[in-house]
């Protein structure tokens, strides 16, 4: 089992950037797939990006492609989120998420992942 925390939310104006960052704890956070969602209000919750637990292959949506990066530091057990070039359309409730399946079958559906973070708010102001 694995715990989430997100952190590095805010307000920020059009243009700008922010790096979000996940921190796990429990054991093997190296073995876990981690994947980045939003929820803007009245919607629902959408796929953001996607890192495998090797590294080797990233997914992003195309509403952030080009402007978003998902890393990862197993050393600290941390995953982040660099985002660039933000809109007001990227305004939401951000949340990390951890997939222990060592193939997931749908990497961009929420029910690939087994575990949550509480969430960490991003506005961006025009």
């Known amino acids: 089992q694995v715990q989430l925390v997100e952190s590095g939310g805010g307000l920020v104006q059009a243009g700008g950037s922010l790096r979000l960052s996940c921190a796990a704890s429990?054991?093997?956070?190296?073995?876990?797939?981690m994947g980045w969602f939003r929820q803007a209000p009245g919607k629902e919750r959408e796929f953001v990006a996607r890192?495998?637990?090797?590294?080797?292959?990233?997914d992003y949506a195309d509403s952030v492609k080009d402007r978003f990066a998902i890393s990862r530091d197993n050393a600290r057990n941390t995953v982040y989120l660099q985002m660039n070039s933000l809109k007001p359309e990227d305004t939401a409730v951000y949340y990390c998420a951890a997939d222990r399946s060592p193939r997931a079958a749908n990497p961009r559906a929420s029910s690939q992942y087994a575990y949550w973070g509480q969430g960490t708010q991003v506005t961006v102001s025009s």
């Open positions: 890192l495998t637990w090797s590294g080797s292959t990233q």
């Open positions: 429990g054991r093997a956070f190296s073995a876990y797939s």
